[in-house]
């Protein structure tokens, strides 16, 4: 299955939930924010969002500056 990731697309085994994926790429554990096909989605809602090919995701993550 085929998932856009901050606008790069990554291939993956289906099926997947969203926490799964966050989790093969590194993002389990940090600070973030996550929208799946523009919409935002809870961090109590990663491991019920079952995703499909062709999802955009896009992760965001705090920067800190002045």
Avoid: C, H, W
């Avoid at 919409?39 to 705090?62: C, H, M, R, W």
């Amino acid at each position: 299955m085929k998932v856009i990731i901050n606008g790069e697309e990554k291939t993956f085994e289906a099926p997947l939930n969203l926490y799964g994926i966050l989790e093969q790429q590194g993002y389990v554990e940090m600070l973030i924010a996550v929208a799946r096909n523009g919409s935002f989605v809870p961090k109590e809602q990663y491991q019920s969002i079952n995703l499909e090919s062709g999802d955009t995701l896009e992760i965001l993550a705090p920067m800190q500056g002045g």
